[in-house]
């Protein structure tokens, strides 16, 4: 919806940033968030629970920020950035424990509008990307995302954009272990990553 901004933090402290934001914004702002990233109860959520920087500081939208740095010494092995925002950070950083140096992770913070400079930067830079969202794929702001970054980045590319989502069910379901068994995790990220980096 054009006219609407909208805002997926990570941790507590882009959540503060971007809610002075939209504060100050004149037009009008969706803040989301994850349930599991309250008081960080899930495990790997840890760095949820982030300081804040300064007092008065205040997140712009459309900036997004790297939540870990990958390696770009060793032009031997390959590398892979991810793109994501929300829960998504999380998964990635759990999932990126098993590939050292070789993940980076860039938190969009906000999807309208979105930090397209820095997106194609990174991917241009890495050569394979990983798109992660806790959303259903199909008509999703990720697969979009991820065919902006195949038709902008085709010449950099070393392989076709991955893309991980929730399972397509009618509703999230209320039982615990379904719900787990619907959204993507650090394992299933795992399995892309290492797909993804041996393409």
């Known amino acids: 919806i054009h006219g609407v901004k909208v805002a997926y933090p990570s ?12 504060y100050y914004d004149p037009n009008p702002v969706v ?6 990233l309250y008081w960080s109860k899930i495990k790997g959520t840890e760095s949820a629970r982030a300081i804040e920087p300064d007092e008065n500081y205040v997140i712009p939208f459309g ?15 390959s590398t892979v950035v991810v793109i994501t925002y929300g829960m998504g950070v999380h998964w990635a950083l ?3 424990k098993q590939f050292t140096d070789r993940i980076e992770i860039v938190d969009l913070r906000t999807l309208n509008p979105w ?3 820095t997106v194609m930067d990174r991917v241009k830079a890495h050569g394979r990307c990983m798109v992660i969202t806790e959303e259903v794929l199909r008509n999703s702001f990720a697969e979009a ?12 590319l070393d392989a076709p954009v991955e893309i991980i989502g929730s399972e397509k ?6 039982n ?3 719900e787990k068994a619907m959204l993507p995790n650090a394992e299933k990220v795992a399995q892309s990553m290492d797909m993804l980096l041996n393409y």
């Open 145 to 156: 995302l991820a065919g902006r970054i195949q038709r902008e980045c085709f010449s950099w």
């Open 31 to 36: 803040m989301f968030e994850h349930k599991g």
């Open 169 to 174: 069910l009618p509703a999230i379901p209320l």
């Open 94 to 96: 759990q999932a990126a």
């Open 115 to 117: 930090d397209e400079e």
């Open 63 to 77: 900036k997004a920020s790297i939540a870990l740095e990958a390696s770009l010494l060793d032009s031997i092995q």
């Open 11 to 22: 941790n507590g402290a882009d959540l503060k940033g971007l809610l002075k934001s939209a």
């Open 176 to 178: 615990a272990y379904l």
